[in-house]
């Protein structure tokens, strides 16, 4: 039975995910990356220094960051962070518009449906995504603000 949920969910985020990608520019000024995708809408991303951090740490340094005059910023869902992979570039597959990327893991706000105690995140080595256990794994973070 597990092994059918588990396909079902791979095949429902893969499914989903290919049709995200977002068209982005960068603000210099600003240290953010803009980027507007049909299904998502326009959203403003960190992309200044990355951090590493356990999972509830990720959450909550998103939620008091403060950057490019913003306060309400947020771990990205999992299809928002698919969204500005690129699979045309590797080590990092990122949207070419990021300049502050560290290849590896980045955490989202999201839980897996497999399991509550496992945490979705995007591994920005190659685009590909999966679920990890949130105890004390430490992954980059990259925040997000609809904008």
């Known amino acids: 039975m597990n092994k059918y949920l588990i396909a079902i969910a791979l095949l429902f ?3 989903n995910s290919e049709a995200l990608k977002a068209v982005c520019h960068r603000d210099d000024d600003k240290r953010v990356v803009i980027c507007e995708e ?3 809408g326009r ?4 992309d200044n220094t990355t951090y590493k951090y356990e999972w509830n740490d990720s959450r909550r340094y998103c939620e008091k960051l403060g950057l490019a005059g913003y306060s309400d910023w947020r771990l990205p ?6 969204s500005i992979t690129d699979d045309d ?3 990092p597959a990122i949207n070419e518009a990021f300049k502050n990327v560290e290849s590896g893991k ?9 399991s ?3 945490i979705w995140n995007v591994n920005f080595i190659d685009g590909s995504y999966g679920d990890f256990e949130r105890s ?12």
């Not at 959203?43 to 960190?46: K, P, S, Y």
């Not at 869902?77 to 698919?82: Q, V």
């Not at 980045?106 to 497999?114: A, L, P």
């Open 43 to 46: 959203l403003m991303w960190q």
């Open 116 to 118: 509550r105690n496992c």
């Open 106 to 114: 980045y955490w989202t706000s999201e839980k897996s449906v497999i």
């Open 136 to 147: 004390s794994d430490r992954h980059f973070i990259r925040c997000v603000r609809n904008y």
């Open 13 to 15: 985020v893969s499914a």
């Open 89 to 91: 570039r590797y080590n």
């Open 38 to 40: 049909d299904k998502l």
């Open 77 to 82: 869902t999992r299809f928002e962070l698919l």
